[in-house]
């Protein structure tokens, strides 16, 4: 790992990074290397640190590592998706260098992946990166009296909590972004669940009429097209 040389910059502005990485060499001098930046960092050589942070203070974007001494960083993933923590961006930086390691790191919910050995200044790039992309994404999406928080994955109708599953908001959030527009059942599985729908279709059924009912107060509903798939619409 290369540094970045000169004083300390302003990149940063602040923004928190969530380091999560169980070399101490490594993760003390990326550390370094980011508060030189700017950013805030916070360290976890564990994932239960990890969670322990994350809690304490949301980060803005968290540089993880995937083989950890108390789980797989895989798996972390999946249970941020699944959370209110569901929209901070997540570089894996990792060890594991062959095509298939990258392609599983990115369907299990990473935004990009970086192999070791790395250098700083490209780690401090793709970083940068993933914020500049976060701070264009919507934060709220909003249809009619229908509110969704896209950040916190939370979904109100006139200020009132529907308190949607995880997996109800996220298909809330990707039929709502594309309105009027039938999206394929094996799609919409796959962008959800991020797994193949194969034969299982009763979690999508069970999730979208429950949907279904939770949002027609506010005048909209998911239409069923039989053998095709599901949409958004307008009652």
Not at 203 to 218: F, H, M, N, Y
Request: charged share 30%; with cysteine; aromatic share 6%.
């Amino acid at each position: 790992m290369s540094g970045v040389s000169g004083v300390r910059g302003t990149k940063g502005d602040g923004k928190r990074v969530l380091l999560v990485e169980d070399n101490e060499k490594i993760i003390s001098g990326n550390k370094w290397m980011f508060e030189r930046q700017g950013y805030e960092a916070a360290a976890a050589l564990t994932l239960a640190e990890a969670r322990a942070l994350l809690h304490t203070r949301r980060p803005d974007v968290i540089v993880l590592d995937i083989m950890l001494p108390d789980g797989s960083g895989l798996d972390f993933i999946r249970e941020l998706r699944e959370s209110e923590s569901a929209g901070i961006p997540v570089l894996l930086l990792t060890g594991l260098t062959t095509k298939e390691d990258i392609v599983r790191g990115l369907t299990s919910g990473g935004d990009d992946y970086l192999t070791k050995p790395f250098d700083f200044p490209e780690l401090l790039a793709r970083v940068e990166a993933l914020l500049r992309r976060s701070a264009r994404v919507p934060k709220t999406l909003t249809k009619g009296s229908l509110t969704v928080d896209i950040l916190a994955m939370r979904a109100c109708i006139a200020g009132e909590d529907l308190h949607l599953t995880p997996k109800e908001c996220a298909l809330l959030l990707l039929l709502a972004q594309n309105e009027e527009k039938t999206l394929r059942a094996e799609d919409v599985y796959k962008s959800v669940w991020r797994q193949s729908l194969n034969s299982d279709r009763n979690a999508l059924q069970t999730a979208a009429s429950k949907l279904r009912k939770k949002i027609e107060p506010a005048g909209y509903t998911v239409a069923t097209t039989r053998g095709v798939g599901y949409s958004f619409k307008r009652i």
